[in-house]
């Protein structure tokens, strides 16, 4: 079960709505954290179905504040207190508390659950190794546990805990979610899956144990493209397999999961893979959530791109000057299963992630089924453009790959032009969306990412196709309208000599070389054309907006035309 390469697609049993329930019982705490966190002591159970609210920390013996549903972690219980520790258990009943959580320090709670059943609360008690910080802290974070979840819900939200127990049902083995320092983010409960003392400590501590193969096992998960097994033949010690969480290169975590008690699934590597992907849109979700700074920027962004901010009100909230020169990229999903506006909503903490990579002060919004990235670039000399085309690319590409490896999804990217100040930044958003359009009419087999630079004769052409004044027959210049009639009736040629004359610049040899007709016959048809139909080859505007409606109305007809002589009458 070793692993050195990645694994394909799996799909991993997440099921139910995908938005979290935001309040939870205290059934679903004690369920959510476990025996090794929490156990009930009451022996009335229906107690359990209870609001949870808020933890509060308190010493036996201190003043409790109103605790409105809350739970209070009462620190310094012990078998020569108990009379103070029941006073503390009524207290915390007058003053509105749903639950008390205690040590038990050895001593028999049967009295203490009598004094909680008839105040109407509910005792549990918490291993005497468990650091009160640290069941202060899960408590927070199991309490807005969800008991179905799927992928996170467009706001943002999710539980890692009930993400925990998905995946471990999926495995089959006991699953922890940690960040690379070995602190434990989430851990599942289920029934039938053991574990050993290293996760057991690692509960109580919200953090692994340290040992001395810790770094080389957590350098050895980051640098595999996949997961990675650890055999164990020690029965205090469960082999286990792991995968780094990923957002393009950066490390976002890891999960664990016990393999050998019970033995999990077959097709473990690959379930694993699709649940490090999930795990990834939680985590960039969560850090997105709890980053107040980013979330200011982003409106501040969403206002200049709407027009309710101005670009002096934008630069003083994105942390720019308004003469910051800066390119705009568009990431457009292809061919999403669901919504554009969900699914521009599940990559937009992907994109904001290489953002960052770029710049630091980069934001990027997810709006009408799509994400703008803005990206502040440094003034360079016309020397430096084609590195900085590269380095756009690359990005790009980067982009794509983690959004399909993260989510499964294709997108696009479309660059627009490098502008010089925030009051131009819609200049390159749309232009940026006129790349997507050149590139979504290239469909599968072309690029999926672009600069402007790479499609600008495109985007022109598409730009000009999409109001109708070069098709427009009524918007026909006369003696346009005359070229095409004669063609059209006589079988001449006159169209695509005049288009291959304006695209040589007036060369007559060239002319002829690319209709493959004698030179003297290139000049007698130029001639013909101002003196049949008043062609002007000088007229400036008149001229480009000549070759501009034979480039539309003759393109098809003259892709079909072959390089025999045309109709002799001329």
């Given at each position: 079960?070793?692993?050195?390469?990645?694994?394909?697609?799996?799909?991993?049993?997440?099921?139910?709505?995908?938005?979290?329930?935001?309040?939870?019982?205290?059934?679903?705490?004690?369920?959510?954290?476990?025996?090794?966190?929490?156990?009930?002591?009451?022996?009335?159970?229906?107690?359990?179905?209870?609001?949870?609210?808020?933890?509060?920390?308190?010493?036996?013996?201190?003043?409790?504040?109103?605790?409105?549903?809350?739970?209070?972690?009462?620190?310094?219980?012990?078998?020569?207190?108990?009379?103070?520790?029941?006073?503390?258990?009524?207290?915390?009943?007058?003053?509105?508390?749903?639950?008390?959580?205690?040590?038990?320090?050895?001593?028999?709670?049967?009295?203490?659950?009598?004094?909680?059943?008839?105040?109407?609360?509910?005792?549990?008690?918490?291993?005497?190794?468990?650091?009160?910080?640290?069941?202060?802290?899960?408590?927070?974070?199991?309490?807005?546990?969800?008991?179905?979840?799927?992928?996170?819900?467009?706001?943002?939200?999710?539980?890692?805990?009930?993400?925990?127990?998905?995946?471990?049902?999926?495995?089959?083995?006991?699953?922890?979610?940690?960040?690379?320092?070995?602190?434990?983010?989430?851990?599942?409960?289920?029934?039938?899956?053991?574990?050993?003392?290293?996760?057991?400590?690692?509960?109580?501590?919200?953090?692994?144990?340290?040992?001395?193969?810790?770094?080389?096992?957590?350098?050895?998960?980051?640098?595999?493209?996949?997961?990675?097994?650890?055999?164990?033949?020690?029965?205090?010690?469960?082999?286990?397999?792991?995968?780094?969480?990923?957002?393009?290169?950066?490390?976002?975590?890891?999960?664990?999961?016990?393999?050998?008690?019970?033995?999990?699934?077959?097709?473990?590597?690959?379930?694993?893979?699709?649940?490090?992907?999930?795990?990834?849109?939680?985590?960039?979700?969560?850090?997105?959530?709890?980053?107040?700074?980013?979330?200011?920027?982003?409106?501040?962004?969403?206002?200049?791109?709407?027009?309710?901010?101005?670009?002096?009100?934008?630069?003083?909230?994105?942390?720019?000057?308004?003469?910051?020169?800066?390119?705009?990229?568009?990431?457009?999903?292809?061919?999403?299963?669901?919504?554009?506006?969900?699914?521009?909503?599940?990559?937009?903490?992907?994109?904001?992630?290489?953002?960052?990579?770029?710049?630091?002060?980069?934001?990027?919004?997810?709006?009408?089924?799509?994400?703008?990235?803005?990206?502040?670039?440094?003034?360079?000399?016309?020397?430096?453009?084609?590195?900085?085309?590269?380095?756009?690319?690359?990005?790009?590409?980067?982009?794509?790959?983690?959004?399909?490896?993260?989510?499964?999804?294709?997108?696009?990217?479309?660059?627009?032009?490098?502008?010089?100040?925030?009051?131009?930044?819609?200049?390159?958003?749309?232009?940026?969306?006129?790349?997507?359009?050149?590139?979504?009419?290239?469909?599968?087999?072309?690029?999926?990412?672009?600069?402007?630079?790479?499609?600008?004769?495109?985007?022109?052409?598409?730009?000009?196709?999409?109001?109708?004044?070069?098709?427009?027959t009524r918007l026909l210049l006369p003696q346009v309208r005359a070229v095409l009639e004669h063609d059209a009736?006589?079988?001449?040629?006159?169209?695509?000599?005049?288009?291959?004359?304006?695209?040589?610049?007036?060369?007559?040899?060239?002319?002829?070389?690319?209709?493959?007709?004698?030179?003297?016959?290139?000049?007698?048809?130029?001639?013909?054309?101002?003196?049949?139909?008043?062609?002007?080859?000088?007229?400036?505007?008149?001229?480009?907006?000549?070759?501009?409606?034979?480039?539309?109305?003759?393109?098809?007809?003259?892709?079909?035309?072959?390089?025999?002589?045309?109709?002799?009458?001329?």
């Amino acid at each position: 079960m070793g692993a050195t390469e990645a694994v394909p697609s799996a799909t991993i049993v997440l099921s139910g709505d995908a938005r979290p329930t935001r309040t939870v019982s205290l059934r679903d705490l004690v369920e959510t954290l476990g025996p090794y966190a929490v156990r009930l002591v009451s022996t009335r159970s229906e107690i359990l179905d209870l609001q949870a609210g808020e933890p509060v920390v308190s010493g036996v013996g201190e003043p409790l504040p109103h605790l409105d549903g809350g739970i209070l972690l009462l620190a310094g219980a012990q078998p020569g207190r108990w009379g103070e520790t029941l006073e503390c258990l009524r207290a915390a009943a007058l003053a509105g508390g749903h639950a008390v959580i205690l040590k038990a320090g050895g001593a028999d709670l049967a009295e203490a659950a009598d004094v909680a059943d008839a105040v109407g609360i509910a005792l549990l008690s918490t291993p005497d190794e468990m650091a009160w910080r640290h069941l202060d802290a899960l408590v927070t974070a199991a309490g807005t546990a969800s008991t179905r979840l799927g992928d996170p819900s467009p706001d943002g939200r999710g539980d890692l805990f009930a993400l925990a127990n998905a995946i471990a049902a999926s495995l089959g083995g006991a699953v922890t979610i940690e960040e690379t320092t070995g602190r434990v983010m989430a851990y599942s409960n289920l029934a039938g899956q053991e574990i050993d003392e290293i996760r057991r400590l690692a509960i109580l501590g919200r953090q692994t144990p340290d040992r001395p193969t810790n770094s080389e096992e957590y350098h050895a998960i980051i640098r595999a493209a996949g997961p990675v097994f650890f055999a164990s033949d020690r029965p205090d010690y469960a082999s286990r397999l792991t995968i780094a969480v990923r957002a393009g290169h950066h490390v976002l975590g890891v999960i664990f999961v016990l393999a050998d008690r019970p033995p999990i699934v077959e097709d473990a590597e690959s379930v694993l893979a699709d649940a490090a992907r999930v795990t990834a849109l939680h985590l960039l979700r969560a850090h997105g959530d709890e980053d107040p700074d980013r979330t200011r920027r982003v409106e501040m962004l969403r206002g200049l791109l709407s027009g309710d901010l101005d670009a002096d009100q934008a630069a003083a909230g994105l942390g720019l000057t308004t003469d910051t020169a800066a390119v705009a990229a568009v990431v457009r999903p292809v061919d999403a299963e669901s919504s554009a506006e969900v699914a521009a909503a599940r990559i937009a903490d992907l994109v904001a992630v290489h953002g960052k990579y770029w710049h630091e002060r980069s934001v990027s919004v997810a709006a009408s089924g799509q994400v703008v990235l803005l990206l502040p670039v440094e003034p360079a000399p016309a020397a430096s453009d084609d590195r900085s085309a590269t380095r756009l690319r690359r990005l790009g590409e980067q982009i794509r790959a983690s959004v399909r490896r993260s989510t499964g999804l294709e997108v696009e990217v479309g660059f627009g032009p490098v502008v010089g100040g925030l009051a131009e930044v819609l200049v390159s958003v749309g232009l940026a969306e006129q790349v997507l359009t050149v590139l979504g009419a290239a469909g599968s087999n072309g690029s999926r990412v672009a600069t402007l630079d790479d499609v600008r004769s495109q985007v022109v052409l598409g730009g000009w196709a999409e109001h109708p004044v070069s098709s427009e027959t009524r918007l026909l210049l006369p003696q346009v309208r005359a070229v095409l009639e004669h063609d059209a009736i006589q079988g001449t040629a006159y169209a695509e000599t005049l288009l291959t004359y304006l695209g040589t610049f007036g060369d007559v040899v060239a002319t002829a070389q690319r209709l493959n007709v004698h030179e003297n016959t290139a000049r007698y048809r130029v001639r013909r054309l101002a003196e049949m139909f008043g062609i002007e080859l000088g007229a400036g505007d008149e001229t480009l907006v000549t070759w501009m409606q034979l480039r539309t109305q003759a393109a098809e007809r003259l892709s079909q035309t072959t390089t025999a002589p045309p109709h002799v009458g001329m």
